[in-house]
């Protein structure tokens, strides 16, 4: 295999990877904040993505992209009050069993108002046949968009949860509830936050893929089940190391394809899933931190 082909699967497996990586925060947000898995996080991608696909052709691309993740953040903040809002010391399980009742939900009503037909987000630079060579590989400019979005996310989330009142009041609630009630701080009102945050993220990182990936309204189960793979790879609650897993992920699809048919690729994460619940369920980094809003 010649170096230049090794470097095209490796820049297609960062960016599919940053992807799940995003998801996986989205995972890690909630659930440092509140204790449980919402399996609607990757419904949030493809709800995003869907918006500003409908709102493109009338808005300029980035106004279409920004009312598109706001009405998403909207959407996430709808959901957590109607559905776990009003829920008193609800089961982990129980909220589990929600969040996927609600994804099926998001799921029905995308294809209620979107159908089946596949969709694309025009490239936000260049055009489908548009490509940018490195070291011999050729690659599409909206690449290097989708990686620049997903570091642009890490990096402003650190910051938020570092320097912010309201990250350092998810910070404090991912570490004692009670202490931080005790201090004044709202922790219903976290959870919603971290509900509207994580929508928010998902939606942006949606629209930015949708030109390379296209989309349809069932994509999100499966980057739900790639991002949870992330996130349980890298240590569930551990924002950094799901970045990393992601990534990890990402690579090992993309080579992958080499050895084996196209239609085995989804397997590999559903394999390194199992792998890890088997052999490792703390995740590689589990033991070093359980809290990614501690991380932070």
């Known amino acids: 295999m010649s170096f230049e082909l090794l470097f ?25 904040t509140t204790g449980i898995i919402n399996f609607a996080q990757g419904e949030f991608l493809i709800l995003g993505a869907m918006v500003g696909i409908t709102l493109s052709p009338f808005l300029p691309l980035p106004l279409a992209i920004i009312l598109a993740v706001i009405l998403t953040v909207i959407i996430g903040a709808l959901i957590e009050i109607i559905f776990i809002k009003w829920l008193k010391e609800p089961s982990v ?50 690449v290097l968009w989708v990686l620049g979005i997903s570091a642009v996310i890490v990096i402003c989330l650190n910051f938020f949860f570092k320097f912010t009142l309201i990250g350092r009041a998810m910070r404090a609630c991912s570490a004692n ?6 201090c004044g701080i709202n922790s ?3 959870v919603t936050f971290s509900f509207m945050l994580s929508a ?38 551990n924002s950094m190391a799901a970045v990393a897993a992601g990534l990890i992920i990402g690579l090992l699809e993309a080579f992958s394809i080499s050895i084996l048919p196209l239609a085995y690729k989804d397997a590999v994460a559903i394999a390194l899933l199992l792998i890890i619940l088997f052999f490792r369920p703390s995740g590689l980094f589990g033991s070093r931190e359980k809290s990614a809003l501690k991380e932070y």
């Open 177 to 182: 509830k009670t202490a931080a009630r005790l």
């Open 93 to 142: 399980l129980r909220v589990i069993i929600i969040t996927i009742g609600v994804s099926i939900l998001i799921r029905e009503a995308m294809l209620h108002i979107w159908d089946e037909k596949v969709r694309a987000l025009r490239y936000f630079t260049g055009t489908e046949v548009s490509s940018v060579t490195i070291f011999g590989a050729h690659i599409s400019p909206q």
């Open 188 to 190: 219903k009102r976290m």
């Open 8 to 32: 095209q699967y490796f820049l297609s497996g960062i960016t599919v990877g940053s992807i799940y990586a995003i998801v996986a925060v989205g995972f890690n947000i909630i659930y440092n």
């Open 200 to 237: 928010g993220i998902g939606a942006l990182a949606g629209c930015a893929v949708s030109p390379l990936t296209q989309t349809q309204y069932d994509m999100g189960a499966s980057l739900a089940i790639k991002g949870f793979t992330a996130a349980i790879l890298g240590g569930l609650g």
